[in-house]
């Protein structure tokens, strides 16, 4: 297969994920021949209690796709892994915001601390101890809980146990690499991602209309090859090249 014919290829992808959403979409707002069966049949407006709050974490997933593919191709920026920015939004949602960042900020202290004395451990023995390490530090909260008798401490251990402990072992080996600029640097991408995704599931009726409309979930995978095909520009990682190559006579105190 030549390189025109996977352009064209993609190309029919992209119109295909857009065009079908669409097209079902209109069949049910119209109430046009198939619109009763697909309310009826491909919608969950009708899960409640722990079964909706399930669904929408799922339906929660590729939208932080799109965010995460936009901040890496379209911006430029490097997170520390695709998911990690997912898993901290779902940490940041069960925790809040404000909470999460401090937490998880503290996390990342602490096995920054840990990591020289464990470095030249074997890998299974290094995640290992990362794990029982996170998970220690996660009792924290609770038995804070108990001493002061307040339960916002407490609830801070709701933060994904597997979630903290992937993000603190990409920050470690990203530090031992690269340094610490360039794990700080990937932290604040990660983060920055994870916030914008949150702010994108708090707007008001989002998640019920992806409840509402399973199908736009097509759509939003053609939104992700749209980046990919389209918009990526790496706009941030050409700046930074850009000002780097400028002899210093060239760069302004004002850049």
């Known amino acids: 297969m030549n390189k025109r014919t996977k352009l064209k290829d993609r190309r029919c992808f992209i119109i295909l994920a857009f065009a079908l959403p669409a097209a079902l979409v209109i069949t049910r707002l119209a109430s046009l021949p198939g619109a009763e069966l697909l309310d009826r049949f491909f919608t969950f407006t009708q ?27 379209t911006l430029g ?3 520390l892994s695709p998911f990690r920015p997912i898993l901290i939004a779902i940490g940041f949602r069960a925790v ?18 840990v990591r020289p004395f464990i470095q030249r451990s074997h890998t299974f023995t290094r995640l290992s101890i990362t794990l029982s390490m996170v998970a220690i530090f996660m009792l924290a909260p609770v038995l804070a809980g108990q001493w002061l008798g307040g ?3 407490s609830r801070l251990s709701y933060f994904p146990l597997i979630a903290l402990c992937l993000t603190c072992e990409s920050f470690a080996a990203v530090l031992e690499k690269e340094g610490a600029g360039a794990a700080l ?7 920055g991602a994870a916030l914008v995704i949150i702010a994108i599931s708090r707007i008001p009726g989002g998640l019920e209309l992806l409840l509402r409309f ?6 939003q995978i053609g939104s992700i090859v749209l980046i990919e095909k389209r918009f990526n520009l790496r706009l941030l990682a050409k700046l930074k090249t850009a000002a780097i190559s400028r002899p210093d006579s060239e760069v302004s105190v004002f850049s």
């Open 47 to 73: 899960t409640s209690g722990r079964l909706r709050i399930h669904t929408e974490e799922i339906l929660f997933v590729p939208l932080c796709a799109i965010v995460v593919s936009f901040f890496r191709l």
């Open 77 to 79: 920026l490097r997170v």
């Open 96 to 113: 809040g915001v404000p909470a999460g960042i401090v937490f998880l900020a503290s996390a990342l202290a602490l096995i920054s601390l």
């Open 151 to 153: 339960g916002r401490l």
């Open 185 to 191: 640097a990937r932290t604040c991408s990660t983060v």
């Open 214 to 219: 399973p199908e736009l979930l097509i759509a």
